[in-house]
């Protein structure tokens, strides 16, 4: 059973760093074809792909966020991990984690979620 | 980036009846095999769920009444015949190439 868990700060300041956590099961980022990564949405909007990580350490950005993201992994305590440097208050958003098997494959696999405020 | 339109913005069905939701690609989206659009529906304080994968695949475990049609830049998300439960927010989603691309969303609510 695939399952993923985001963890994050809850809430942070402007111009602080976000880091988020996603904690995975139920597969192997070491497996060919795997990659995990990260979606947000603002409360009530839409929702914008920011990351993701592939079992060879390949790594895609959104380019409009590339400069402020950091993606990187732990195959062995199946860990994904994101750094959003710089945070505003745009950033206040839910951060999805999410599995695709196989570029070009949809994301069939979401964790639940966890809320990011940025406030002063 | 391809931006990828969807229309209408909200719907309202009668229990029953077919809700349509389009969705166009600002440039194609398809090789002559598979179109690289899939759709989720997302209800409040959920993630979204993947209902259709390349443009017209039912995702294992989805009620037949959802159905998936198009290629090149056009495409459709059918619901028919429309429950009380699929009152919902419906994605599309490319990954044409990168970045990966939503719709604005449409949000269905039954009548």
Not at chain 1, 7 to 29: A, R, Y
Not at chain 1, 51 to 73: E, F, G, V
Not at chain 1, 96 to 120: D, H, K
Request: charged letters at 15%.
């Amino acid at each position: 059973q695939v399952t993923l868990k985001e963890s994050g700060p809850g809430i942070l300041q402007p111009s602080q760093t976000l880091s988020l956590t996603c904690s995975f099961s139920g597969f192997s980022l070491s497996t060919s074809g795997m990659g995990v990564g990260w979606i947000r949405q603002p409360s009530g909007k839409g929702l914008e792909w920011l990351a993701h990580i592939w079992w060879d350490d390949d790594k895609r950005y959104n380019p409009a966020l590339k400069s402020r993201l950091t993606i990187s992994k732990n195959t062995s305590s199946n860990q994904v991990f994101l750094k959003i440097a710089s945070v505003d208050t745009a950033d206040t958003a839910t951060y999805y984690c999410t599995r695709i098997e196989m570029y070009g494959n949809p994301f069939a696999y979401w964790g639940q979620g966890t809320l990011v405020t940025v406030s002063a | 980036d391809i931006v990828l339109t969807q229309s209408p913005a909200s719907l309202a069905v009668s229990l029953g009846q077919r809700a349509t939701i389009s969705c166009r690609a600002s440039q194609s989206v398809s090789t002559s095999n598979y179109g690289y659009i899939h759709w989720y529906q997302q209800k409040p304080g959920q993630p979204p769920k993947l209902l259709i994968k390349y443009a017209s695949n039912l995702e294992s475990g989805v009620p037949a009444r959802f159905s998936g049609s198009g290629s090149g830049t056009d495409f459709t998300l059918n619901i028919h015949p429309v429950e009380e439960e699929d009152t919902a927010t419906y994605y599309c989603q490319h990954n044409w190439e990168i970045p990966w691309t939503f719709g604005g969303g449409t949000k269905v609510e039954i009548k």
